[in-house]
């Protein structure tokens, strides 16, 4: 009697999407195993829109305990000698079967794809369409001259069968996961993820011209998206939001980090049929070139663990973007990323945590010379003045953790933010079996702290040198 009541308190059209979504709550005998089972398999806290009428995103996390043969073409490719052919064997590996079904995996006949477990309970937690999160803002004028406002960047990332095995070795008991050691992905693993932002035409984006859109209840818009506080207050209407690119990370144990990244940018001057394949490598990194600190920077050392397409940098020019470069002081990132890291570089932090660690170097600052320096650096580049900030390119091995006395989480972001968002929520059900309904029902439960997300698209200090 007391679920219909609260039924009723809620709102019919409420509950209903949360059903949906798999987060109903009437049977009898509900406790904590109960409710950590419904939670591991929620897609979305937030309901669907009542204007809305298509197919809604379900998530896909039968993890398997093992894999059958190894699927891994590019292993075939030297991807030192043959990049731009290691970055197509990637791209047609991750869309085959994926376009057809609009990305919606569980019905990809060509190979099995997974999704990472628990990122629906957070400030930018899933949304129910697609299964996106709010993964950054894109500051004022990254995406060129035309943007006269912060966008909305938003993600969703698949893991194939090899990679989906470590998230069984955590996840095999959804109800009570268990995490006591060092992860480490196989060789053969790989995760890639779609990332989409809310540039609203052409005229505000010209580069997205023609780019594939998807429907998705983002945030409502506001002059600035500082606050991850304000992140849960979503549209109640679908948005259109457009491909910007697409990322990748390969366990490999060919790179001295025993992981291979890689990028695409979707190009709207490019004149192939299917607009997926409009997708540029932004290009491939391998390692952190711990040795590239910022006075061997400015006496003209370059990167020698990362490759930047020839044709990413013109992409760059022909934005006029308010970033400089792509990666900090050349090395690969892609260009929804915070131009003060890079790929590798932040996953490298992943970790078995309650919180989320600080991602990238702190901040840096703009000279009175027209470049950019690490905070340490801003009264001259004197040897080790980074050396805080160069504690974020170190080549950390597979398996092995950032800090000492950390459990590593292999450079899955994704898997330590779903575990942070599990530790929060055995906080939550802890107030309260009652509280914790509501909250369930109304999709508001007490989210963590993704501040450091949000500073990732902050943009850089400025002060002279």
Same mark, same amino acid.
């Given at each position: 009697? $007391?679920?219909?009541?609260?039924?009723?308190?809620?709102?019919? $059209?409420?509950?209903?999407?949360?059903?949906?979504?798999?987060?109903? =709550?009437?049977?009898?005998?509900?406790?904590?195993?109960?409710?950590?089972?419904?939670?591991?398999?929620?897609?979305?806290?937030? +309901? =669907?829109?009542?204007?809305? /009428?298509? *197919?809604?995103? &379900?998530?896909?996390?039968?993890?398997?305990?093992?894999?059958?043969?190894?699927?891994?073409?590019?292993?075939?490719?030297?991807?030192?000698?043959? +990049? !731009?052919?290691?970055?197509?064997?990637?791209? $047609?590996?991750?869309?085959?079967?994926?376009?057809?079904?609009?990305?919606?995996?569980?019905?990809?006949? &060509?190979?099995?794809?997974?999704?990472?477990?628990?990122?629906?309970?957070?400030?930018?937690?899933?949304?129910?369409?697609?299964?996106?999160?709010?993964?950054?803002? @894109?500051?004022?004028?990254?995406?060129?001259?035309?943007?006269?406002?912060?966008?909305?960047?938003?993600?969703?990332?698949?893991?194939?069968?090899?990679?989906?095995?470590?998230?069984?070795?955590?996840?095999?008991?959804?109800?009570? *996961?268990?995490?006591?050691?060092?992860? $480490?992905?196989?060789?053969?693993?790989?995760?890639?993820?779609?990332?989409?932002?809310?540039?609203?035409? #052409?005229?505000?984006?010209?580069?997205?011209?023609?780019?594939?859109?998807?429907?998705?209840?983002?945030?409502? !818009?506001?002059?600035?998206?500082?606050?991850?506080?304000?992140?849960?207050?979503?549209?109640?209407?679908?948005?259109?939001?457009?491909?910007?690119?697409?990322?990748?990370?390969?366990?490999?144990?060919?790179?001295?980090?025993?992981?291979?990244?890689?990028?695409?940018?979707?190009?709207?001057?490019?004149? #192939?049929?299917?607009?997926?394949?409009?997708?540029?490598?932004?290009?491939?990194?391998?390692?952190?070139? *711990?040795? %590239?600190?910022?006075?061997?920077?400015?006496?003209?050392?370059?990167?020698?663990?990362?490759?930047?397409?020839?044709?990413?940098? !013109?992409?760059?020019?022909?934005?006029?973007?308010?970033?400089?470069?792509?990666?900090?002081?050349?090395?690969?990132?892609?260009?929804?990323?915070?131009?003060?890291?890079?790929?590798?570089?932040?996953?490298?932090?992943?970790?078995?945590?309650?919180?989320?660690?600080?991602?990238?170097?702190?901040?840096?600052?703009?000279?009175?010379?027209?470049?950019?320096?690490?905070?340490?650096? &801003?009264?001259?580049?004197?040897?080790?003045?980074?050396?805080?900030?160069?504690?974020?390119?170190?080549?950390?091995?597979?398996?092995?953790?950032?800090?000492?006395?950390?459990?590593?989480?292999?450079?899955?972001?994704?898997?330590?933010?779903?575990? =942070?968002?599990?530790?929060?929520? %055995? &906080?939550? /059900?802890?107030?309260?079996?009652?509280?914790?309904?509501?909250?369930?029902?109304?999709?508001?439960?007490?989210?963590?702290?993704?501040?450091?997300?949000?500073?990732?698209?902050?943009? +850089?200090?400025? @002060?002279?040198?």
């Amino acid at each position: 009697m $007391r679920h219909w009541r609260l039924f009723h308190l809620v709102g019919r $059209r409420s509950a209903a999407a949360v059903l949906v979504s798999g987060t109903a =709550i009437g049977a009898h005998n509900y406790g904590p195993e109960d409710a950590a089972k419904t939670e591991f398999q929620t897609s979305s806290k937030f +309901p =669907i829109p009542q204007s809305y /009428s298509g *197919p809604v995103w &379900k998530i896909r996390n039968d993890y398997p305990a093992t894999a059958g043969k190894t699927d891994a073409p590019w292993q075939a490719v030297d991807f030192k000698k043959h +990049p !731009e052919r290691f970055c197509e064997v990637i791209k $047609r590996y991750c869309m085959e079967g994926n376009k057809e079904v609009d990305f919606n995996v569980q019905h990809n006949r &060509k190979r099995n794809w997974y999704h990472a477990a628990w990122l629906h309970y957070a400030e930018n937690g899933r949304e129910p369409i697609h299964g996106l999160t709010f993964e950054r803002p @894109v500051s004022t004028g990254e995406l060129g001259a035309n943007q006269k406002r912060p966008l909305q960047a938003w993600t969703c990332g698949y893991y194939n069968e090899l990679g989906a095995t470590v998230f069984n070795q955590v996840w095999k008991d959804g109800s009570a *996961p268990q995490w006591d050691t060092h992860v $480490r992905f196989p060789n053969g693993a790989m995760v890639f993820k779609v990332l989409m932002v809310d540039a609203k035409d #052409d005229e505000e984006a010209p580069i997205l011209k023609g780019a594939p859109s998807w429907d998705a209840v983002i945030v409502k !818009e506001r002059e600035n998206y500082d606050d991850p506080q304000t992140w849960p207050d979503r549209n109640d209407y679908a948005s259109k939001i457009r491909l910007l690119q697409v990322d990748y990370a390969i366990a490999d144990d060919r790179a001295p980090i025993g992981w291979i990244w890689g990028s695409f940018m979707y190009d709207g001057r490019r004149k #192939d049929k299917d607009p997926w394949e409009r997708l540029t490598p932004m290009g491939l990194q391998w390692g952190n070139d *711990p040795q %590239l600190d910022q006075q061997a920077y400015e006496a003209g050392e370059r990167v020698k663990e990362s490759w930047v397409n020839p044709a990413a940098n !013109e992409l760059l020019g022909y934005l006029h973007s308010s970033r400089p470069m792509w990666g900090w002081n050349g090395r690969l990132n892609g260009p929804a990323d915070n131009f003060i890291s890079a790929c590798a570089s932040c996953h490298s932090t992943a970790a078995k945590a309650t919180d989320l660690p600080l991602l990238t170097q702190d901040s840096v600052v703009h000279t009175n010379r027209g470049t950019y320096v690490p905070a340490g650096c &801003k009264k001259g580049v004197t040897p080790g003045c980074d050396a805080a900030a160069m504690e974020f390119f170190r080549n950390i091995p597979a398996g092995k953790p950032y800090k000492e006395g950390q459990i590593s989480a292999d450079y899955s972001l994704q898997l330590m933010m779903g575990w =942070i968002n599990y530790q929060h929520w %055995l &906080k939550d /059900s802890n107030q309260g079996w009652m509280e914790y309904a509501i909250r369930t029902v109304t999709g508001r439960p007490r989210y963590i702290s993704t501040r450091r997300l949000a500073r990732m698209g902050a943009s +850089p200090t400025h @002060v002279d040198e």
